[in-house]
Protein backbone atom coordinates (compact mmCIF):
# COMPACT_ATOMS: atom_id res chain seq x y z
CA UNK A 1 0.00 0.00 0.00
CA UNK A 2 1.24 3.67 -0.84
CA UNK A 3 2.54 5.45 2.47
CA UNK A 4 0.69 8.49 0.96
CA UNK A 5 -2.55 7.00 1.07
CA UNK A 6 -2.16 5.98 4.20
CA UNK A 7 -1.51 9.43 5.53
CA UNK A 8 -4.27 10.70 3.57
CA UNK A 9 -6.52 8.09 5.66
CA UNK A 10 -5.12 9.43 8.80
CA UNK A 11 -5.76 13.30 8.35
CA UNK A 12 -9.65 12.32 6.93
CA UNK A 13 -9.39 10.34 9.99
CA UNK A 14 -9.09 13.35 12.12
CA UNK A 15 -6.15 14.84 14.51
CA UNK A 16 -6.63 14.34 18.43
CA UNK A 17 -8.16 18.08 18.51
CA UNK A 18 -10.69 16.69 16.32
CA UNK A 19 -12.04 13.59 18.42
CA UNK A 20 -12.16 15.81 20.86
CA UNK A 21 -14.32 18.41 19.54
CA UNK A 22 -16.52 15.14 18.92
CA UNK A 23 -16.57 13.88 22.33
CA UNK A 24 -17.83 17.14 23.59
CA UNK A 25 -21.00 17.31 21.42
CA UNK A 26 -24.70 17.15 23.14
CA UNK A 27 -26.62 14.07 22.87
CA UNK A 28 -28.38 11.36 24.74
CA UNK A 29 -25.33 9.40 25.16
CA UNK A 30 -22.79 12.54 25.72
CA UNK A 31 -24.25 13.58 29.13
CA UNK A 32 -24.22 9.97 30.37
CA UNK A 33 -21.78 9.03 33.24
CA UNK A 34 -18.46 8.47 32.25
CA UNK A 35 -18.57 5.42 34.59
CA UNK A 36 -21.68 4.15 33.30
CA UNK A 37 -20.16 4.48 29.62
CA UNK A 38 -16.57 2.65 30.16
CA UNK A 39 -17.93 -0.29 32.34
CA UNK A 40 -20.41 -0.94 29.38
CA UNK A 41 -18.73 -0.75 26.42
CA UNK A 42 -16.02 -3.03 28.15
CA UNK A 43 -18.76 -5.61 29.08
CA UNK A 44 -19.45 -5.60 25.16
CA UNK A 45 -15.71 -5.77 24.39
CA UNK A 46 -16.00 -8.96 26.81
CA UNK A 47 -18.96 -10.67 25.90
CA UNK A 48 -17.32 -9.70 21.80
CA UNK A 49 -13.95 -11.50 22.77
CA UNK A 50 -15.94 -14.50 24.45
CA UNK A 51 -18.67 -15.04 21.55
CA UNK A 52 -17.80 -17.69 18.93
CA UNK A 53 -20.83 -16.85 16.31
CA UNK A 54 -19.95 -14.58 13.59
CA UNK A 55 -23.93 -13.56 13.94
CA UNK A 56 -23.37 -12.32 17.47
CA UNK A 57 -20.14 -10.08 16.50
CA UNK A 58 -22.97 -8.74 13.54
CA UNK A 59 -26.00 -7.93 15.99
CA UNK A 60 -23.60 -6.41 18.71
CA UNK A 61 -22.21 -4.29 15.62
CA UNK A 62 -25.58 -3.02 14.75
CA UNK A 63 -26.04 -2.09 18.17
CA UNK A 64 -23.01 -0.22 18.51
CA UNK A 65 -23.94 1.54 14.87
CA UNK A 66 -27.27 2.53 16.53
CA UNK A 67 -25.40 4.27 19.73
CA UNK A 68 -23.13 6.43 17.03
CA UNK A 69 -26.84 7.01 15.13
CA UNK A 70 -27.88 8.14 18.60
CA UNK A 71 -24.74 9.98 19.93
CA UNK A 72 -25.32 11.77 16.61
CA UNK A 73 -21.73 11.09 15.01
CA UNK A 74 -20.74 10.72 11.70
CA UNK A 75 -21.00 6.86 10.39
CA UNK A 76 -18.43 7.65 7.80
CA UNK A 77 -15.86 9.23 9.69
CA UNK A 78 -16.12 6.94 12.91
CA UNK A 79 -15.34 3.41 10.58
CA UNK A 80 -12.65 5.37 8.34
CA UNK A 81 -11.06 5.76 12.33
CA UNK A 82 -11.72 2.24 12.69
CA UNK A 83 -10.39 0.86 8.96
CA UNK A 84 -7.53 3.01 9.80
CA UNK A 85 -6.47 0.87 13.11
CA UNK A 86 -7.81 -2.25 11.38
CA UNK A 87 -4.67 -3.15 9.53
CA UNK A 88 -2.41 -3.40 12.83
CA UNK A 89 -4.46 -6.25 13.91
CA UNK A 90 -6.02 -7.30 11.17
CA UNK A 91 -3.03 -8.96 9.89
CA UNK A 92 -3.28 -11.41 12.02
CA UNK A 93 -6.59 -12.80 11.05
CA UNK A 94 -5.75 -12.59 7.27
CA UNK A 95 -2.69 -15.17 7.92
CA UNK A 96 -5.16 -17.44 9.23
CA UNK A 97 -6.22 -19.47 6.30
CA UNK A 98 -2.92 -20.29 5.59
CA UNK A 99 -1.24 -21.31 8.87
CA UNK A 100 -4.76 -23.22 10.60
CA UNK A 101 -4.80 -27.00 9.96
CA UNK A 102 -8.23 -28.44 8.50
CA UNK A 103 -10.06 -29.18 5.45
CA UNK A 104 -8.07 -27.71 2.96
CA UNK A 105 -10.22 -25.49 0.36
CA UNK A 106 -7.28 -23.95 -2.22
CA UNK A 107 -3.83 -25.24 -2.68
CA UNK A 108 -1.31 -22.69 -3.85
CA UNK A 109 2.18 -22.84 -4.89
CA UNK A 110 5.17 -23.53 -3.05
CA UNK A 111 2.48 -26.32 -1.02
CA UNK A 112 0.72 -23.22 0.83
CA UNK A 113 -2.92 -24.99 1.54
CA UNK A 114 -5.67 -22.31 2.51
CA UNK A 115 -8.09 -23.99 5.03
CA UNK A 116 -11.79 -23.48 5.88
CA UNK A 117 -11.18 -23.50 9.64
CA UNK A 118 -8.55 -21.26 9.13
CA UNK A 119 -11.24 -18.72 6.82
CA UNK A 120 -13.61 -18.87 9.46
CA UNK A 121 -11.10 -18.33 12.38
CA UNK A 122 -9.72 -15.42 10.47
CA UNK A 123 -13.15 -14.21 10.06
CA UNK A 124 -14.19 -14.54 13.51
CA UNK A 125 -10.75 -12.68 14.25
CA UNK A 126 -11.71 -9.87 11.90
CA UNK A 127 -15.03 -9.60 13.04
CA UNK A 128 -14.09 -9.73 16.91
CA UNK A 129 -11.86 -6.76 15.99
CA UNK A 130 -13.84 -4.76 14.31
CA UNK A 131 -16.14 -4.73 17.02
CA UNK A 132 -13.67 -4.17 19.76
CA UNK A 133 -12.38 -0.93 17.23
CA UNK A 134 -16.35 0.14 17.29
CA UNK A 135 -16.59 -0.04 20.75
CA UNK A 136 -12.92 2.11 21.35
CA UNK A 137 -14.04 4.66 18.62
CA UNK A 138 -17.26 5.08 20.31
CA UNK A 139 -16.04 5.80 23.32
CA UNK A 140 -13.64 8.37 22.43
CA UNK A 141 -16.23 9.95 20.64
CA UNK A 142 -18.68 10.75 23.52
CA UNK A 143 -16.34 10.68 26.26
CA UNK A 144 -13.31 13.58 26.36
CA UNK A 145 -9.93 11.95 27.23
CA UNK A 146 -10.25 14.03 30.56
CA UNK A 147 -13.39 12.36 31.40
CA UNK A 148 -12.13 9.06 30.56
CA UNK A 149 -9.20 9.63 33.28
CA UNK A 150 -11.50 10.90 35.71
CA UNK A 151 -13.96 7.66 35.15
CA UNK A 152 -11.30 5.41 35.77
CA UNK A 153 -10.37 7.69 39.26
CA UNK A 154 -13.84 7.10 40.60
CA UNK A 155 -13.44 3.37 39.87
CA UNK A 156 -10.41 2.65 41.75
CA UNK A 157 -7.69 3.15 39.84
CA UNK A 158 -4.81 4.08 42.09
CA UNK A 159 -3.91 7.49 42.53
CA UNK A 160 -0.25 6.89 40.72
CA UNK A 161 -1.60 5.39 37.56
CA UNK A 162 -4.34 7.94 37.21
CA UNK A 163 -2.29 10.86 37.86
CA UNK A 164 0.07 9.63 35.13
CA UNK A 165 -2.31 9.08 32.90
CA UNK A 166 -4.03 12.55 33.43
CA UNK A 167 -0.57 13.67 32.36
CA UNK A 168 -0.47 11.51 29.56
CA UNK A 169 -3.77 13.57 28.05
CA UNK A 170 -2.21 16.70 28.63
CA UNK A 171 1.06 15.70 26.91
CA UNK A 172 -0.56 14.23 23.66
CA UNK A 173 -1.89 16.98 22.65
CA UNK A 174 1.09 19.19 23.33
CA UNK A 175 3.29 16.43 21.51
CA UNK A 176 0.83 16.64 18.28
CA UNK A 177 1.35 20.20 18.39
CA UNK A 178 5.41 19.94 18.41
CA UNK A 179 4.62 17.23 15.99
CA UNK A 180 3.25 19.28 13.45
CA UNK A 181 5.25 22.44 14.30
CA UNK A 182 8.30 20.43 13.02
CA UNK A 183 6.35 18.98 9.93
CA UNK A 184 5.54 22.20 9.00
CA UNK A 185 8.84 23.94 9.68
CA UNK A 186 10.01 20.69 7.01
CA UNK A 187 7.49 21.12 4.09
CA UNK A 188 8.16 24.97 3.79
CA UNK A 189 11.65 23.93 3.11
CA UNK A 190 10.23 21.60 0.44
CA UNK A 191 10.96 18.51 2.88
CA UNK A 192 9.04 15.37 1.09
CA UNK A 193 9.53 11.85 3.24
CA UNK A 194 8.67 10.32 0.02
CA UNK A 195 10.31 12.01 -2.82
CA UNK A 196 12.22 10.27 -4.94
CA UNK A 197 14.70 13.46 -6.14
CA UNK A 198 16.37 13.10 -2.97
CA UNK A 199 18.76 10.07 -1.52
CA UNK A 200 16.97 7.36 0.32
CA UNK A 201 19.71 7.74 3.40
CA UNK A 202 19.22 11.82 3.37
CA UNK A 203 15.63 10.84 3.86
CA UNK A 204 16.06 8.25 6.83
CA UNK A 205 18.36 11.09 8.48
CA UNK A 206 15.96 13.62 8.63
CA UNK A 207 13.35 11.18 9.70
CA UNK A 208 15.87 10.28 12.69
CA UNK A 209 16.29 13.67 13.10
CA UNK A 210 12.87 14.30 13.59
CA UNK A 211 12.32 11.51 16.54
CA UNK A 212 15.74 12.91 18.12
CA UNK A 213 14.12 16.68 18.53
CA UNK A 214 10.48 14.82 19.51
CA UNK A 215 12.42 13.30 22.07
CA UNK A 216 14.41 16.31 23.05
CA UNK A 217 11.24 18.46 23.41
CA UNK A 218 9.49 16.38 25.24
CA UNK A 219 11.94 15.60 27.98
CA UNK A 220 12.51 19.50 27.64
CA UNK A 221 9.17 19.96 28.08
CA UNK A 222 8.27 16.66 31.35
CA UNK A 223 10.94 18.67 33.13
CA UNK A 224 9.11 22.32 32.96
CA UNK A 225 6.20 20.47 34.15
CA UNK A 226 8.30 19.02 36.71
CA UNK A 227 9.50 22.10 38.15
CA UNK A 228 6.03 23.87 38.25
CA UNK A 229 4.71 21.19 40.15
CA UNK A 230 7.28 21.63 42.69
CA UNK A 231 7.49 24.75 42.99
CA UNK A 232 3.94 24.76 43.46
CA UNK A 233 3.95 22.03 46.35
CA UNK A 234 2.59 19.04 44.34
CA UNK A 235 2.98 15.76 46.30
CA UNK A 236 1.68 12.46 45.68
CA UNK A 237 -1.66 13.36 47.41
CA UNK A 238 -2.35 16.20 45.71
CA UNK A 239 -5.21 16.19 42.96
CA UNK A 240 -4.45 17.34 39.09
CA UNK A 241 -8.21 17.67 38.65
CA UNK A 242 -11.38 17.55 40.95
CA UNK A 243 -14.07 14.58 40.88
CA UNK A 244 -17.38 16.08 39.86
CA UNK A 245 -20.09 14.40 42.17
CA UNK A 246 -23.00 13.28 39.83
CA UNK A 247 -25.33 11.04 40.81
CA UNK A 248 -26.80 8.20 38.55
CA UNK A 249 -30.00 8.77 37.20
CA UNK A 250 -32.69 6.77 34.89
CA UNK A 251 -30.58 7.23 31.85
CA UNK A 252 -27.45 5.79 32.80
CA UNK A 253 -29.94 2.55 34.34
CA UNK A 254 -31.79 2.17 31.14
CA UNK A 255 -28.75 2.11 29.18
CA UNK A 256 -27.34 -0.59 31.24
CA UNK A 257 -29.90 -2.49 31.82
CA UNK A 258 -30.27 -2.18 27.62
CA UNK A 259 -26.75 -3.35 26.81
CA UNK A 260 -26.94 -6.28 29.72
CA UNK A 261 -30.45 -7.77 28.41
CA UNK A 262 -28.93 -7.86 25.07
CA UNK A 263 -25.97 -9.63 25.97
CA UNK A 264 -28.18 -12.51 28.12
CA UNK A 265 -30.44 -12.58 24.87
CA UNK A 266 -27.76 -12.89 22.59
CA UNK A 267 -25.92 -15.58 24.89
CA UNK A 268 -29.48 -17.40 25.29
CA UNK A 269 -30.08 -17.06 21.68
CA UNK A 270 -26.79 -18.34 20.43
CA UNK A 271 -27.17 -21.59 22.79
CA UNK A 272 -30.97 -22.54 21.57
CA UNK A 273 -31.23 -20.44 18.68
CA UNK A 274 -29.01 -19.54 16.47
CA UNK A 275 -27.19 -23.21 16.04
CA UNK A 276 -30.50 -23.91 14.44
CA UNK A 277 -29.97 -21.17 11.89
CA UNK A 278 -27.09 -23.51 9.94
CA UNK A 279 -23.79 -21.85 8.83
CA UNK A 280 -24.94 -18.54 9.94
CA UNK A 281 -25.43 -19.48 13.46
CA UNK A 282 -22.77 -21.79 13.93
CA UNK A 283 -20.40 -21.84 16.45
CA UNK A 284 -16.36 -21.59 15.01
CA UNK A 285 -13.88 -23.85 17.00
CA UNK A 286 -11.27 -22.21 18.21
Known amino acids: MNLNIILSALHV ?18 SLDGRVK ?10 AVYTTQLVVLAILELYLVTLLLLSRNSLKHSFLRVLIIIPFGGSIAILQPFV ?27 SRLVVTLTCIVLLSSISPMQEV ?18 LFIRFLFLFYEELGKITHAQTSRNFDIFSKKTAYMWRLKMVAYTVMMMFLKSYERGESVYLSM ?16 KEIDLNEYSFVITTLVLIVCLQIMAIYVFPQMGFIGSSIRI
Open 100 to 126: HGGTVLYTLPLGIHITYQGVMFGLLLL
Open 230 to 245: ASRGFSDKSQLYSLTK
Open 13 to 30: GGSVTDVERIAIKDSVIH
Open 38 to 47: LITLLLVIVF
Open 149 to 166: AESFRRLGMPRDFSMIFS
